[in-house]
Structure formats: structure tokens, C-alpha cells
């Protein structure tokens, strides 16, 4: 059985980082048009005579939310974990990037071909623009391929660093996902303000069609890798393959309802915070528009060092629960920090300096967390039920935010104390499901604690 796994390429050095650089460009792709809109909400709610759209905050929250529609309400994410299970990383894949490329270039449409002036009445969210409500159904549909790669993107770390790097090579991952997000906010708005409002969107468009083209390289990869395995598909036997069945046994499994939830504590503070702070960093602190973009990028900047340096501590040493525990403590102490009525710029730059290490601190743990809670057969699955869960927060929050915010805005005064508090308390969550996940693992020995290398 050793010869046998010696012979794959996946046990090669070389193949395996290779297989990692693609993946991790193609998801930092979609990270690129996940936030290219945010730093643009100062030019957004700017008057159309003045070079902006009009927009209100609720309708930006409303288009920031709205990537999360269709994988909530269709049950999208649902549909995705069973493709991918079902039909593998290439198949899914592809189709994720082909998403992702459509749901990109119809927000770049709505942008640069549709008149902001006309309204229209959507049920339940009241009269909004017709522009809104175009873009935010391409950015729906692009949140569907978004979210899909990031199962699959997932997925093929563990199937290609199972028993070796496996925390490291996805802290890596996430390092080149963050510069996705660090590149967006530091350069959209501006290139906006230089060059127009649609240049940073087309920019965005072009990155998702080069991640399409390398995924496809791939693809060339992991079919080798099947041939000699001796399999048709990504499965390893009867034994391995997904059976609808068994997934009542991760179900019933406490722990994958605890990971569950703190994934959506933490990152249902953390995006939606990202959304709205370039707009703080002007409005709160003072900080001039065309820099205010680079005080929300230290946060990934910092991941970009900080999650691999940490993933490759999870994988000699161990500690994941425990390092969850301080991410989230981190994570919270800083967003209260930023509620209090302190407007120092150097404050915002030493809270975003702290807010990155926790930005680095528990996804390095969270994510190669899972494979020890879910086995293998189930994990595209089980991935698409947390990302689902995920997703109704990254839906829900920017759009209380974008109301709470509108209510507290007086000609161009904003009061930002309400919503920070709401990021706050959802931080708390946050620590209380991270500290029920250390004691979980201590009773039902998931191995959390332990290191990731065999």
C-alpha cells in the first residue's frame, strides 16, 4: 500500500505545490470581485452629477448582501456539495469558474449600461433602483460560482495534502485569497477615481477569466492524478464513495455543528465589516479617499504572512481549538474598540494590525479542522452545509448594517456606534462557540489539538 501511494504524483513535492499555486490564484480571483465594490460605496452614494450613482447605504448594503441570495433561498450551496461529491473537483470546478465569469460580468453590465435614475419596488426590501437590483443579481449569481469554488478549492487541498501540509498549504491558501481582498480594497477606488467608475470592475472581470484558464491547467493535473490511482473518478473505493445516508452521521456529530457556527460568528463580523470600512475610515477617522482603501487592507495584508506562519504551527504543534479561541477573543475585543468614541487614524491603523492576526489566527485552524470532524467522502458535502449556514449571515448582516446606517446618517454625518456594536456582539458568538468547541474536542477527541503531520 506504501509503493502504491509513493507512485502518485500527489506524493510529489513539486506536483503538489503546483496544484496549490493554481487553485489558490483561481480563488483569489473570485476574492478580487467578492470586494472590488467595497471601497466604492463612497463613490457609489455619490450624486450622479458629481461622478456617482445615487445610491443610498441600505441599497449598497442590500448589492453587498445580495452575493448570498441565490446559495441561501435556492439552497445553491446544498445543490454545489453534492456536484462536488457526486462529480468531482474538475467538474465542479470548471463550473464554479464559469459562474463566477457570467455573475461578473453582468454586475460590470449593470454598472456601465444601466441609468441609475429609474426605481423599482422589490418585495420586501421597498423602492430601490433598478441598477441596484441588476447588479445585485449578477453579484448573486456570481456568489453562487464564488462559494462553490471555495468548497472545491477545499477539496482539493485535502485530497492533494492529506497526511502532509495540510494546514500550511491552506493557510497559503487563504494568504493568496486575503491578497485578493488586500488588492480590492487598496486599489479599486483609486483606479475609479482616476480612470471611471466600471475600470476596476472590468479589471475584476479579466482576473476570474485568467482563473478559469489556470484552473483548466489543473484539471490536466488531477486527471493524471486518477490514472494512476487506477480510478474513473475521485472516489477510492465502495468504502469512499458519498451516500446521502451518511451524511445523518455528521449530522448528529456536535462538533460539525460547532465549527459550523462559529464560521458563520466570525465571518458574519468580519466581512461585513470589511464592506463598510473604507467608508469608516473617511467618514469616522478622517482619512483622506484616496488612502482610505489602505487602511482595511493591513487586515489582509497581515493574513497574507500570518495564516501560513500559523497553519505551519497547527501542523507540528497542534492547538487549533485553542488557537480558534484567541482568533475569536481578538476578533471581538477589537470591533468594541472600534465602537468607542475614539477617532484617531493611528488608532484604526493598530485595530487593523490586531484585527489581522486574528483575520490569520482561526481560519489557519478552522478550515483544516474539518477533515478530522467529517471523513473525506462527506467533506464536499459537509463543506457546502457550513458555507450555506455561512452565507445567511454574509446575506443578512450587510443588509441590517447598510438600514442601522441610513438611520443614523444626518447630512454627511455618520454614526457608526450602533453597527460596530452589532459586529461586537456578533464577536461574542463567536467566543462562546469557539471555547464549546475546545471542551467538545477534549470529550470526543476529534484531534483538534493534536498536529496535522503523520
Given amino acids: 500500500m506504501r509503493e502504491q501511494v509513493r507512485e502518485t504524483i500527489a506524493t510529489k513535492a513539486w506536483a503538489r505545490w503546483t496544484v496549490l499555486a493554481i487553485v489558490s490564484f483561481t480563488m483569489m480571483a473570485g476574492y478580487v470581485v467578492a470586494k472590488e465594490m467595497s471601497p466604492l460605496q463612497f463613490m457609489l452614494e455619490k450624486a ?53 465569469l457570467a455573475g461578473s460580468a453582468a454586475v460590470y453590465g449593470a454598472i456601465t449600461l444601466t441609468s441609475p435614475g429609474p426605481m423599482m419596488t422589490v418585495i420586501g426590501l421597498g423602492t430601490i433602483k433598478r441598477q441596484v437590483v441588476l447588479a445585485a443579481l449578477g453579484f448573486a449569481f456570481f456568489g453562487i460560482g464564488y462559494e462553490m469554488c471555495g468548497i472545491t478549492v477545499s477539496k482539493v487541498v485535502v485530497r492533494w495534502f492529506s497526511g502532509k501540509e495540510m494546514a500550511l498549504a491552506m493557510g497559503l491558501q487563504v494568504a493568496m485569497a486575503r491578497l485578493g481582498t488586500a488588492l480590492a480594497l487598496n486599489f479599486s477606488l483609486p483606479i475609479a477615481l482616476n480612470w471611471g467608475l466600471p475600470r476596476p470592475l472590468l479589471i475584476g472581470l479579466f482576473c476570474v477569466g485568467v482563473g478559469l484558464i489556470a484552473y483548466l491547467y489543473y484539471c490536466t493535473m488531477d486527471r493524471r492524478l486518477d490514472k494512476e490511482k487506477g480510478k474513473q473518478d475521485l472516489s477510492q473505493g465502495d468504502d469512499e464513495k458519498f451516500h446521502f445516508a451518511d451524511m445523518k452521521l455528521t449530522i448528529k456529530n456536535p462538533g460539525f455543528w460547532l465549527i459550523t457556527l462559529l464560521c458563520l460568528f466570525y465571518y458574519s463580523a468580519l466581512y461585513p465589516f470589511l464592506d463598510f470600512a473604507t467608508k469608516l475610515m473617511i467618514s469616522k477617522y478622517g482619512v483622506e479617499a484616496n488612502l ?76 483544516p479542522a474539518v477533515p478530522k470532524i467529517v471523513p473525506m467522502k462527506q467533506l464536499g458535502t459537509s463543506y457546502s452545509i457550513i458555507y450555506y449556514i455561512q452565507n445567511i449571515g454574509l446575506m443578512l448582516i450587510p443588509v441590517l448594517i447598510g438600514k442601522v446606517l441610513e438611520r443614523n446618517t444626518i447630512g454627511d454625518q455618520v454614526d457608526y456606534t450602533h453597527s460596530l456594536l452589532i459586529f461586537g456582539v456578533i464577536g461574542v458568538g463567536a467566543i462562546i462557540t469557539s471555547s464549546l468547541l475546545l471542551w467538545m474536542d477534549k470529550k470526543r477527541h476529534y484531534g483538534l489539538e493534536n498536529p496535522n503531520i503523520s
Wanted: charged share 5%; proline share 4%.
Fill in 48 to 100: 450622479t452629477g458629481d461622478g456617482g450613482m445615487g445610491w443610498t447605504s441600505g441599497e449598497f448594503g442590500i448589492f453587498a448582501g445580495s452575493r448570498g441570495f441565490f446559495n441561501v433561498f435556492l439552497l445553491m450551496l446544498f445543490v454545489g456539495g453534492i456536484i462536488l461529491d457526486k462529480m468531482g473537483v474538475r467538474f465542479t470546478g470548471i463550473l464554479s469558474c464559469v459562474l463566477m
Fill in 292 to 367: 482610505a482603501g489602505a487602511i482595511p487592507s493591513i487586515l489582509p495584508y497581515t493574513s497574507i504572512v500570518l495564516t501560513p506562519l500559523f497553519g505551519a504551527w497547527f501542523d507540528k504543534k497542534g492547538y487549533g481549538a485553542t488557537m480558534m479561541v484567541i482568533g475569536s477573543i481578538l476578533l471581538t475585543i477589537t470591533l468594541f474598540v472600534f465602537a468607542m468614541p475614539l477617532n484617531s487614524s493611528w488608532l484604526a491603523v493598530t485595530l487593523m494590525c490586531v484585527l489581522g492576526i486574528a483575520f490569520s489566527l482561526l481560519p489557519a485552524a478552522l478550515w
